[in-house]
């Protein structure tokens, strides 16, 4: 099982960037997808996530500025990042999870921010 990020890299701020997130030997369509990232010398956060059923949910940073959306069919979940800020700088990773927890993981996907 994999999750596979994509998209980060270097931007200006107030640019924009897409990730997203593709998955295999897995369905997404199962899960809760979510995205998390980590910025130096801090703690891994939550930045949004997806229900199967399609509710979101985004931490207050980034709310009006990212969004996060999912297609099942290509088994991909994307976050677009406009307006972003160099605050936003991060390793950004994403997941799948249930309501008992975090299932999968992902590997990261840097996105720098330069102001």
């Known amino acids: 099982v994999q999750l596979q990020a994509s998209g980060g890299g270097l931007v200006q701020a107030g640019g924009s960037l897409r990730l997203s997130c593709v998955g295999s030997r897995m369905l997404i369509s199962r899960y809760t997808m979510g995205w998390y990232r980590q910025a130096p010398g801090k703690q891994r956060e939550l930045v949004a996530d997806?229900?199967?059923?399609?509710?979101?949910n985004y931490t207050d940073s980034v709310q009006g500025r990212f969004t996060i959306s999912r297609d099942n069919a290509k088994n991909t979940l994307y976050l677009q990042m406009n307006s972003l800020k160099p605050e936003d700088t991060a390793v950004y990773y994403c997941n799948a999870g249930t309501k008992w927890g975090i299932k999968y993981w992902g590997k990261g996907t840097q996105v720098t921010v330069s102001s």
């Open positions: 997806i229900s199967n059923g399609g509710s979101t």
